[in-house]
């Protein structure tokens, strides 16, 4: 069963899949807050992160990359006790990690959206690969899902879902790109 069956008039799947899911990102913390989840999801069900959604956001100040990319010993201890969030100390390190990342991002290419087009289209190999060698805790499932639901890989929604020509109309990069 794909996701455009399972997840609409569920109270939680539904609004990610009727309003989030495949539809472009484009600004660095709400990229930064996908990838984030995105990584805490590894192991666990996308259900669990999106009920712990707002604790994520709540412990991470709404994922503002120059903020998280501050953290120290003391924030990442206080994440570390966050009963609300996934308490794996590899997790919340690669969220602290790769929004340092993201700032190298806007230095060499003005943002996380700009590092994605300039590297856009590629197969999901050749993203992992790149994902691997930019960000942490990113292997192939937390990468081609990142990029499923930020709307530069195809395949978030199936042609029947009813979301699907809403996502086409946002413009997802994946659309660009046209086979000859």
């Given at each position: 069963?794909?996701?455009?069956?399972?997840a609409?008039?569920?109270?939680?799947?539904?609004?990610?899949?009727?309003?989030?899911?495949?539809?472009?990102?484009?600004?660095?913390?709400?990229?930064?807050?996908?990838?984030?989840?995105?990584?805490?999801?590894?192991?666990?069900?996308?259900?669990?992160?999106?009920?712990?959604?707002?604790?994520?956001?709540?412990?991470?100040?709404?994922?503002?990359?120059?903020?998280?990319?501050?953290?120290?010993?003391?924030?990442?201890?206080?994440?570390?006790?966050?009963?609300?969030?996934?308490?794996?100390?590899?997790?919340?390190?690669?969220?602290?990690?790769?929004?340092?990342?993201?700032?190298?991002?806007?230095?060499?290419?003005?943002?996380?959206?700009?590092?994605?087009?300039?590297?856009?289209?590629?197969?999901?190999?050749?993203?992992?690969?790149?994902f691997?060698?930019?960000?942490?805790?990113?292997?192939?499932?937390?990468?081609?899902?990142?990029?499923?639901?930020?709307?530069?890989?195809?395949?978030?929604?199936?042609?029947?879902?009813?979301v699907?020509?809403?996502?086409?109309?946002?413009?997802?990069?994946?659309?660009?790109?046209?086979?000859?």
């Amino acid at each position: 069963m794909s996701y455009c069956d399972a997840a609409p008039g569920h109270p939680v799947h539904g609004p990610y899949h009727d309003h989030e899911y495949g539809f472009p990102l484009e600004g660095d913390d709400e990229l930064l807050e996908r990838l984030a989840l995105e990584i805490n999801q590894a192991g666990l069900s996308w259900l669990t992160i999106l009920k712990k959604r707002d604790a994520f956001r709540a412990a991470f100040h709404g994922f503002d990359v120059d903020r998280v990319a501050a953290y120290g010993d003391e924030d990442r201890a206080r994440l570390l006790a966050d009963a609300g969030i996934i308490r794996n100390r590899l997790k919340v390190d690669a969220v602290i990690e790769n929004a340092r990342r993201i700032q190298q991002l806007r230095a060499e290419y003005g943002g996380f959206a700009e590092w994605l087009n300039a590297h856009h289209p590629r197969e999901k190999a050749e993203w992992v690969k790149l994902f691997k060698t930019t960000f942490r805790f990113t292997g192939g499932e937390i990468v081609g899902e990142f990029l499923m639901s930020t709307g530069y890989l195809r395949g978030a929604h199936t042609p029947e879902c009813p979301v699907y020509a809403r996502v086409l109309a946002a413009g997802p990069a994946w659309a660009e790109v046209r086979s000859g």
